[in-house]
């Protein structure tokens, strides 16, 4: 996965003035924290918040050069994880491209939802207008229907 933040911007009503940007690199999954500094501490804890304890541990994390992403708390907490730390090349952006382009998603053919969750996400128009439901008749059925839906996806994407 690639991390990178965005800002300094105009201070919202929360105090947040810089955006964390989180992407994993298989799925194309990206992740948009409103954090108000971009202190080590700040970043960390979003990572753990926000990524790590929904989805799950990335093996590589890859960063640019950035004073918060390269500190004794930082890498302590990648090491502690077992997290491959890298780092882009400094002043070429184009190094960590899946941060600067989230939106491109032509390589895998799928969106992000249907790579992390195997099933597209349901949208208020979806409510509006209705769509045809693909509910199992029970949670077992369920699992297995997802786990198949996500290695065939993973399969072709790759």
């Given amino acids: 996965m690639t991390l990178d933040i965005l800002g300094p911007l105009p201070v919202t009503s929360k105090d947040n003035r810089y955006v964390l940007v ?8 990206p992740e948009a924290i409103p954090i108000p500094d971009q202190e080590a501490s700040t970043v960390a804890e979003e ?9 799950r541990v990335p093996m590589i994390l890859l ?10 708390l930082f890498t302590a907490l990648c090491r502690l994880l077992g997290i491959l ?5 400094a002043l070429y952006p184009a190094s960590d491209g899946m941060v600067e382009r989230t939106a491109d998603h032509e390589v895998t053919g799928f969106t992000p939802a249907d790579m992390i969750f195997g099933r597209t996400l349901r949208l208020p128009c979806d409510i509006l207008f209705g769509r045809p439901s693909d509910t199992a008749s029970s949670p077992n059925e369920y699992l297995k ?3 198949a839906r996500l290695e ?3 399969a072709f994407a790759r």
């Fill in 47 to 55: 990572l753990v918040r926000a990524w790590i304890s929904r989805y």
């Fill in 145 to 147: 229907n997802l786990e």
């Fill in 152 to 154: 065939s996806v993973h």
């Fill in 85 to 89: 730390k890298t780092r882009t090349t």
């Fill in 63 to 72: 960063s640019d050069k950035g004073t918060n992403f390269n500190s004794a």
């Fill in 22 to 29: 989180l992407m994993d690199y298989f799925t194309k999954w």
